[in-house]
């Protein structure tokens, strides 16, 4: 990608919008299929959404999922999505379909 250009950088701002400073709609995502360990949730990330999330971002997105109650820790050390997690998720979900919607009519 060339930063020559203005396109390239709103693209560039584009991509870290919807990937770094969304991360956690991916972790949801990531949990939402099963209870797993944060160093999966990262390799996760990487295989289906294609961006390598940065370690120390990852673990602090995961701590604020589970203050908020969107993400809890198990006994074995695992995290798993709660109820919360699911609606919040589902409503990330629609609103991004929304939005894509919108702009494929314009």
């Known amino acids: 990608m060339s930063n ?7 693209m560039a701002r584009l991509i870290k919008n919807v990937t770094v400073h969304t991360l956690w709609i991916y972790v949801l995502a990531i949990l939402a299929r099963g209870a797993t360990y944060p ?6 990330i ?9 370690t120390v971002t990852l673990y ?5 999922l589970e ?6 820790k198990a006994e074995n050390g695992s995290y798993e999505i709660t109820e ?3 609606a919040a998720l589902k409503k990330a979900s629609d609103t991004l379909r ?9």
């Open 4 to 10: 020559d250009s203005k396109t390239s950088k709103a």
């Open 39 to 44: 160093y999966q949730v990262k390799k996760k």
């Open 46 to 54: 990487k295989e289906m959404f294609h961006f390598n999330p940065p």
């Open 60 to 64: 602090t997105v995961m701590y604020r």
């Open 67 to 72: 203050k908020e109650g969107l993400i809890r």
């Open 84 to 86: 919360d997690g699911k």
């Open 98 to 106: 929304n939005l894509s919607e919108t702009l494929d009519h314009i």
